[in-house]
């Protein structure tokens, strides 16, 4: 190299250095700004939830004993009944049914004939009359020559079986006109229409239906008058102070509900969550229809509210709320936001800021709940990690706290 060369590379070699220098902070890798959090302790509530339905526990069914003519139930929901004495319900025999002009002509062709043989009864009673009063006498006259032994013994004897069968006769006699009487006045019922039956009604022995226990009237399920038949549900009574509820859980998350879990009722209308207990997990599952049209296999969850009942009074049959049971709780756990977590070679993983940098870092989740996972192993109360990491941030990258950036 001539000294020509030797000068201007002396020359330029500080624009070159300095252009070189300022490339590589024009170029170089910028910290990338994340959310950072601290590994924290503290307590962790892992939870199912789903909607829930308030139910009385015991509800009664009030159902009309007989058919009849039920006349206007005048009780109204939420009004308190008492057992055994509160009527519920009046009961009284049907209006016959109108009959058309064939119907008609027959019974009135029925009465005439029981008109006729009730004459036919009456006549065969006179004759009967008139042969046991003949009768009568001659026993009388028979035995008036008997005491001067005028006749034979025979003949008397004849007379007074003659004079007991004629009294017989009569008594048959009468019995078959009261029951021409009787088809006589049940061939003129068949004639009655409602018009008549409403015209002679007068106080009837009604049916009356009685409250079969003391409470409030939940639902009034027949409230008009009509004809009903026996069976027909006429009004539900229950105890409004005695609510249960009923929620529908996945049968997944059933599996992991036992009598006895504490449960926390919220979103019931309260300004303050409810307490309440699993009482029991129904053995059975049945199939519901999401609103996406997706088929579940429910199965009914039932949980008793232990709150003071001044506090849910307001509560009452078939209420919508919104119960979590505890699967698992604790007061002091190490514990890392969900959105920290991210999954690594099929295993969990956060990123760890140290020095700037994000170190990538394997951990062993435990329970999780909505918010937070325990962690069983891989961090330390007070390390700061990222939030919510992307594909920008790998192991190694220069970060920075976003809250820093701010200031």
Same mark, same amino acid.
């Given at each position: 190299?001539?000294?020509?060369?030797?000068?201007?590379?002396? %020359?330029?070699?500080?624009?070159?250095?300095?252009?070189?220098?300022?490339?590589?902070?024009?170029?170089?890798?910028?910290?990338?700004?994340?959310?950072?959090?601290?590994?924290?302790?503290?307590?962790?509530?892992?939870?199912?939830?789903?909607?829930?339905?308030?139910?009385?526990?015991?509800? %009664?069914?009030?159902?009309?004993?007989?058919?009849? %003519?039920?006349?206007?139930?005048?009780?109204?929901?939420?009004?308190?009944?008492?057992?055994?004495?509160?009527?519920?319900?009046?009961?009284?025999?049907?209006?016959?049914?109108?009959?058309?002009?064939?119907?008609?002509?027959?019974?009135?062709?029925?009465?005439?004939?029981?008109?006729?043989?009730?004459?036919?009864?009456?006549?065969?009673?006179?004759?009967?009359?008139?042969?046991?009063?003949?009768?009568?006498?001659?026993?009388?006259?028979?035995?008036?020559?008997?005491?001067?032994?005028?006749?034979?013994?025979?003949?008397?004897?004849?007379?007074?079986?003659?004079?007991?069968?004629?009294?017989?006769?009569?008594?048959?006699?009468?019995?078959?006109?009261?029951?021409?009487?009787?088809?006589?006045?049940?061939?003129?019922?068949?004639?009655?229409?409602?018009?008549?039956?409403?015209?002679?009604?007068?106080?009837?022995?009604? @049916?009356?239906?009685?409250?079969?226990?003391?409470?409030?009237?939940?639902? @009034?399920?027949?409230?008009?008058?009509?004809?009903?038949?026996?069976?027909?549900?006429?009004?539900?009574?229950?105890?409004?102070?005695?609510?249960?509820?009923?929620?529908?859980?996945?049968?997944?998350?059933?599996?992991?509900?036992?009598?006895?879990?504490?449960?926390?009722?919220?979103?019931?209308?309260?300004?303050?969550?409810?307490?309440?207990?699993?009482?029991?997990?129904?053995?059975?599952?049945?199939?519901? @229809?999401?609103?996406?049209?997706?088929?579940?296999?429910?199965?009914?969850?039932?949980?008793?509210?232990?709150?003071?009942?001044?506090?849910?009074?307001?509560?009452?049959?078939?209420?919508?709320?919104?119960?979590?049971?505890?699967?698992?709780?604790?007061?002091?756990?190490?514990?890392?936001?969900?959105?920290?977590?991210?999954?690594?070679?099929?295993?969990?993983?956060?990123?760890?800021?140290?020095?700037?940098?994000?170190?990538?870092? %394997?951990?062993?989740?435990?329970?999780?709940?909505?918010?937070?996972?325990?962690?069983?192993?891989?961090?330390?109360?007070?390390?700061?990690?990222?939030?919510?990491?992307?594909?920008?941030?790998?192991?190694?990258?220069?970060?920075?706290?976003?809250?820093?950036?701010?200031?």
């Amino acid at each position: 190299m001539t000294l020509a060369s030797r000068r201007r590379a002396v %020359f330029w070699a500080p624009a070159v250095i300095v252009l070189a220098l300022l490339l590589f902070w024009l170029f170089r890798p910028q910290a990338v700004s994340v959310d950072l959090a601290i590994v924290d302790r503290g307590p962790i509530q892992v939870t199912v939830t789903d909607e829930g339905e308030t139910r009385v526990r015991d509800v %009664f069914v009030v159902s009309a004993s007989v058919t009849g %003519f039920m006349r206007r139930v005048e009780l109204e929901a939420g009004d308190r009944v008492v057992a055994n004495e509160t009527i519920i319900a009046r009961i009284e025999p049907s209006a016959p049914m109108f009959l058309d002009q064939r119907a008609e002509a027959e019974a009135r062709a029925a009465v005439d004939a029981a008109d006729a043989a009730r004459s036919f009864a009456r006549a065969q009673l006179r004759r009967a009359e008139a042969e046991r009063e003949f009768a009568e006498a001659e026993y009388q006259r028979l035995r008036a020559l008997a005491t001067h032994e005028s006749i034979a013994r025979n003949e008397l004897d004849a007379a007074e079986r003659r004079a007991k069968a004629a009294v017989a006769m009569v008594a048959e006699a009468r019995a078959a006109l009261r029951m021409r009487e009787s088809e006589y006045e049940q061939a003129r019922a068949r004639l009655l229409n409602p018009a008549q039956i409403k015209r002679s009604a007068r106080e009837c022995d009604c @049916v009356l239906v009685r409250s079969p226990t003391s409470g409030s009237v939940l639902r @009034v399920l027949q409230k008009s008058e009509g004809v009903i038949a026996a069976g027909t549900p006429i009004i539900e009574i229950g105890d409004p102070s005695n609510l249960e509820i009923k929620v529908e859980l996945l049968s997944e998350d059933a599996v992991r509900v036992r009598p006895g879990q504490r449960a926390i009722i919220e979103a019931w209308g309260g300004e303050q969550a409810l307490e309440g207990i699993v009482e029991r997990v129904e053995p059975f599952g049945f199939t519901k @229809v999401s609103a996406l049209g997706i088929e579940e296999q429910r199965v009914n969850v039932v949980i008793d509210i232990t709150s003071p009942y001044e506090l849910w009074q307001r509560l009452g049959h078939g209420y919508r709320v919104e119960p979590r049971i505890v699967i698992w709780e604790s007061p002091d756990e190490l514990r890392v936001p969900l959105s920290a977590l991210f999954r690594e070679r099929n295993r969990w993983a956060v990123f760890v800021e140290e020095r700037g940098r994000a170190q990538l870092r %394997f951990v062993e989740v435990g329970q999780v709940d909505g918010t937070y996972a325990q962690i069983l192993d891989g961090v330390a109360a007070g390390e700061r990690i990222v939030l919510y990491p992307n594909d920008r941030i790998a192991h190694g990258t220069r970060i920075r706290s976003r809250d820093d950036t701010s200031r």
